[in-house]
T-cell receptor
């Protein structure tokens, strides 16, 4: 597609439920990133995928968070046993290889845990 | 100390004013620098890269001072449509860059 596509755009879930967020990067972009942004806060790095290399998971806040990227394209971020503090906008970005030219972001998934 | 630090503002300026934003970063080995713009409830969008010699794009001028680990963004003749949050973004890991680190942003409102 022309841009980074994320789904769903909004998700409301009950505390304790699992959620899956999807990201479809720009075709040909080998690098894919997940960030989250809480209300009024800056972007917090979560995880980075580059080609077939092992992902950089250093930003994942707890073991309830995991992500995978299948076939070097679509990525899924999974949050297990959601907590209220997980409420945020989850942003996916992709870049050609390394971000020397910056990233292109998707429009995000707004997650609300009630 | 935050890795990328910005004055949060808000900056409220009249149309036509010139406004400048500053940003400092912690890692002297950083190589890539950007300004992003984020409108309310939207994703960040790349405004411009920042080059060592400084660069200009229309009404926008970006400067880099490596010695002071400092980046600036100057907006001339500000428009109502410039109202947004401006994010300073740095590759803190340097070299071949694995990820970018975002400042918390500076909020700008241009008033009619």
């Amino acid at each position: 597609g022309a841009g980074v596509s994320q789904s769903p755009s909004n998700k409301v879930t009950e505390k304790g439920k699992d959620v899956e967020l999807r990201c479809d990067p720009i075709s040909g972009h080998t690098a894919l990133y997940w960030y989250r942004q809480s209300l009024g806060q800056g972007l917090e790095f979560l995880i980075y995928f580059q080609g077939n290399s092992a992902p950089d998971k250093s930003g994942l806040p707890s073991d309830r968070f995991s992500a995978e990227r299948t076939g070097g394209s679509v990525s899924t971020l999974t949050i297990q046993r959601t907590q209220q503090e997980d409420s945020a906008v989850y942003l996916c970005a992709s870049s050609v290889r390394e971000p020397i030219y910056g990233y292109t972001f998707g429009s995000g998934t707004r997650l609300t845990v009630v | 100390r935050k890795e990328v630090e910005q004055d949060p503002g808000p900056f409220n300026v009249p149309e036509g004013a010139t406004v400048a934003f500053n940003c400092t970063y912690s890692n002297s080995a950083s190589q890539s620098f950007f300004w992003y713009r984020q409108d309310c409830r939207k994703e960040p969008k790349l405004l411009m890269s920042v080059y060592s010699s400084g660069n200009e794009d229309g009404r926008f001028t970006a400067q880099l001072n490596r010695a002071s680990q400092y980046i600036s963004l100057l907006i001339r003749d500000s428009k109502l449509s410039d109202s947004a949050t401006y994010l300073c973004v740095v590759n803190l890991l340097g070299g071949s860059a694995r990820q970018l680190t975002f400042g918390s942003g500076t909020q700008l409102t241009v008033l009619p």
